[in-house]
């Protein structure tokens, strides 16, 4: 008995018990997938966006400027602007923004039908604002308010119009998505496309407050 113990423990010094490695039995570790922070869509559009602000803000600087440096602002003998039709103008396109998210609440709940609703309100909305916005063009180029008449009407139709070009871009924008979402093209878990025309127009709408507080008010 003393000398199978004395053997055992000999054999055990001279091979050690093997460790078992865990994890390399059974194969490799599974891997995570390797998911971008952001949407590339998304990114794109933000970089859009950026360049967006950038020449808006060159805009607004050059009519500070002038209007800064101006002793009577408006200029006499121009027409003034109409506050009150624009500042109802103005609603509408603010209540175009929330219509906006809840075409996209509607497109994560996965309500087809809602979804479409709300992209075709946002798209009344935007055209209404253009429609108003227009005609009060078409009254202020009557008075005599135009691009070559005084500075004030060259900023005010380089600031105003530049907007106006891209709130008819959203437009078509909108309708393409409502189009794509009368087809069923977006999913519950898919529906990048509304998501990023909800960034480009919530940047419309955020956007005009600033220029009519500037513009009209100013």
Request: glycine share 10%; hydrophobic share 55%; net charge positive.
């Amino acid at each position: 008995m003393v000398k199978s113990s004395a053997a055992r423990k000999l054999s055990e010094i001279e091979s050690p018990p093997r460790l078992k490695r865990v994890g390399f039995g059974d194969g490799p570790p599974p891997v995570r997938p390797n998911l971008p922070v952001l949407n590339n869509a998304r990114l794109a559009v933000i970089m859009m966006l950026a360049a967006e602000l950038m020449f808006f803000a060159g805009l607004i600087g050059a009519f500070l400027v002038f209007r800064l440096s101006a002793t009577v602002w408006p200029p006499p003998f121009q027409p003034r602007l109409p506050l009150g039709v624009t500042g109802v103008n103005s609603l509408i396109l603010l209540f175009s923004a929330l219509t906006m998210h809840w075409a996209v609440g509607a497109a994560a709940a996965g309500t087809a039908h809602k979804l479409f609703c709300n992209l075709s309100i946002t798209a009344l909305l935007g055209a209404l604002f253009l429609l108003i916005q227009g005609y009060e063009w078409v009254r202020l180029v009557h008075f005599g308010l135009t691009t070559s008449s005084s500075v004030y009407g060259g900023l005010f139709y380089a600031l105003i119009g530049a907007h106006g070009v891209h709130v008819f871009g959203g437009l078509i924008w909108l309708l393409a998505v409502c189009w794509q979402a009368q087809r069923g093209r977006f999913a519950k878990r898919n529906f990048i496309g509304v998501q990023t025309a909800r960034m480009y127009w919530t940047f419309v709408v955020a956007l005009w407050p600033v220029l009519y507080g500037l513009v009209y008010l100013y």
